[in-house]
Every structure is written in structure tokens, then in C-alpha cells.
């Protein structure tokens, strides 16, 4: 994470997880958002109330897409 934190304190980073993900535990992705915090750096973060298939799936994905479009246009 301190890797992280050096190349990437310049730029924001988006950070987008589903609360029912059974392939990358949520508790994994709080423990990487709480390194993000302490490190100060600069993020948003999107938490999704579906399962990791389930992100592909509508509506889910649609909100996705438009959050991660968002994102780039306002940060690229």
C-alpha cells in the first residue's frame, strides 16, 4: 500500500465494491479503503448493495457504468 500511496498520490483513485461479494470478501476491501484512508490519499468510493456477479447484471451495471464513467470524465 505504501507503494501504492507514493505513484498514486497525485491522481484519485476510484474504489467500488458490492456488499454481498462472496469472491473478494468485503472485509478485504474495507481493510484496503482503511490503508487508502490512513495514507490520506485522495479517492471515491462506490459501495454496491449486490453480489460480485451480480455487478454485471441490470440495473447494477448501469449504475456502475455511469459511475465509472463519471469518474473518468471529471478526473482524466
Known amino acids: ?14 474504489f467500488l465494491y458490492a456488499t454481498y461479494d462472496t469472491t473478494f ?6 481493510q484496503v479503503l482503511e490503508h487508502v484512508r490512513e495514507r490520506g490519499l485522495d479517492h471515491k468510493l462506490v459501495v ?14 448501469f449504475v456502475v457504468g455511469y459511475q465509472i464513467c463519471s ?5 482524466l
Not at 71 to 75: A, D, S
Open 48 to 61: 454496491m448493495p449486490c453480489g460480485h456477479y451480480t455487478l454485471g447484471e441490470a440495473p447494477f451495471k
Open 25 to 30: 470478501l468485503p472485509e478485504f476491501s474495507r
Open 1 to 14: 500500500m505504501d507503494r501504492f500511496a507514493s505513484i498514486s498520490s497525485l491522481k484519485r483513485s476510484f
Open 71 to 75: 469518474f473518468l470524465k471529471r478526473n
